[in-house]
């Protein structure tokens, strides 16, 4: 109890000083020895405090010495931390993440990381929570390394489909598992769908492709969160973009699937989006409050006043009470797409604000429509009444972001810059 009280402590030094590279830098290997001494002896009742420290320690940058972690790590998983591994996840998002080049440098970091990921997928006594993590891991990993992983994607690709063909209890699982092939699809839309018309669904020996985009469509609606919505945007209008003539046979048995499946993503994604900027909103709020709260504690010490101040202690007590409301929301029944929120933390270079799907859609929809209107036709046509006015309010909402995005650049630039030379004479 008293070391896990010490790391507990260390944990809270950690976050105090997270932002101040200066002191990170002092603190540093005393820390990273100590997790490594408790790996190396297997000290398995501070495995989830050390893995915390590293990941800690790996938040914002990754010095040469925290590296020489990473192998530590992987033999400690394979020794006796497959129970960890979720514990163990934050730290492998950091590797792989904030400093990609480093990672990239060694080619064995790719596959220890598949490895890992693997080894859970096919052990059938790691619970489904520890796969889906697994899932993420190498979703992660296929859109940050994109130009480089494409010598592993035929086996991930067999790796998650093999563990969908077994019993999946959460339906998270599956999602994630179907996550992963989506997103090798946006990375390489050709070489991924060579691997799907190469494998087949055991035991009727059924080809995969057909029936993998088969059921993607039809499930685009359970899709939950912001990313998987935006992956699912991407991956498809990647596939669609290079499609130079008629639908090919894996696509064309549900073409008057697709734009249903695209409105269904659009639909949930603009209400994720809206629910994200209202606890964006709260959360900016709590902090400010909590700032003006502090700065209000200052000013007493400094005057020693020991005045209590019953409205003060109320508004405290709110802001408490939002807190703890808001950290509820997670298993609230109202929205269901905070359902895999802890997943969503774990950032891709796809959440980034550059990447817009909502540009890239509409781009993709107009090329067909200037460039290959016979394939254009066959996915708009069959579309109910409701469906073409949801598709233009799509498109629509499409034009309104990117006048957003142009209105907050000419405001980051300072606005509309008028010329300084004034005429002389004026003409009325």
């Not at 002092?26 to 501070?46: P, S």
């Not at 993440?97 to 859970?120: E, G, H, R, W």
């Not at 309010?393 to 008028?418: H, N, P, T, W, Y």
Request: with cysteine; proline share 4%; glycine share 4%.
């Amino acid at each position: 109890m008293t070391a896990i009280g010490l790391l507990s402590s260390l944990q809270t030094l950690l976050v105090a000083v997270q932002n101040n590279p200066h002191i990170m830098e002092i603190i540093e290997q005393d820390c990273g020895n100590l997790c490594a001494v408790i790996l190396q002896h297997g000290v398995l009742d501070v495995y989830e405090e050390a893995f915390v420290i590293l990941s800690q320690l790996t938040l914002n940058s990754i010095s040469p010495f925290m590296w020489q972690l990473f192998p530590l790590l992987y033999q400690c998983f394979c020794d006796d931390g497959f129970d960890y591994f979720v514990d163990m996840v934050p730290a492998v998002h950091n590797f792989i993440t904030i400093d990609p080049p480093a990672f990239l440098s060694n080619p064995a970091n790719m596959q220890t990381v598949y490895d890992m990921c693997t080894k859970i997928l096919e052990n059938e006594n790691c619970g489904e929570d520890a796969q889906s993590h697994a899932c993420k891991v190498l979703e992660v990993m296929v859109l940050q390394c994109k130009d480089t992983v494409s010598q592993l994607l035929p086996r991930i690709i067999k790796t998650v489909l093999e563990r969908v063909t077994k019993t999946v209890k959460m339906k998270l699982c599956r999602s994630m598992c179907l996550q992963v092939v989506i997103a090798a699809l946006y990375v390489n839309p050709i070489g991924v769908i060579e691997v799907l018309e190469k494998l087949t669904m055991p035991p009727t020996g059924e080809p995969v492709c057909s029936q993998f985009f088969s059921q993607w469509f039809k499930q685009a609606d359970c899709v939950r969160g912001v990313h998987n919505r935006k992956i699912g945007i991407l991956g498809l209008v990647s596939v669609l973009g290079r499609c130079a003539g008629p639908l090919p046979a894996y696509l064309a048995a549900c073409a008057h699937e697709i734009v249903p499946a695209f409105l269904a993503l659009f639909s949930g994604l603009e209400k994720a989006y809206q629910t994200k900027a209202s606890v964006d909103s709260e959360d900016d709020a709590v902090e400010e409050a909590e700032e003006e709260d502090l700065e209000i504690e200052e000013d007493e010490l400094e005057s020693d006043e020991d005045d209590y101040d019953e409205d003060d202690a109320a508004y405290v007590e709110n802001l408490a009470k939002m807190a703890g409301s808001h950290l509820g929301d997670d298993d609230s029944d109202d929205e269901d797409d905070d359902e895999d929120i802890e997943l969503d933390l774990y950032d891709t270079p796809v959440d980034s604000d550059d990447i817009d799907e909502y540009a890239e859609f509409k781009s993709m929809l107009l090329g067909l429509q200037a460039n290959n209107g016979e394939l254009y036709a066959v996915l708009t046509s069959s579309l109910a009444a409701e469906q073409q006015q949801a598709l233009q309010e799509v498109i629509m909402l499409c034009d309104r972001r990117f006048a957003a995005k142009q209105s907050k650049l000419l405001e980051a630039q300072g606005g509309f810059q008028f010329s300084h030379t004034l005429p002389h004479s004026f003409n009325f």
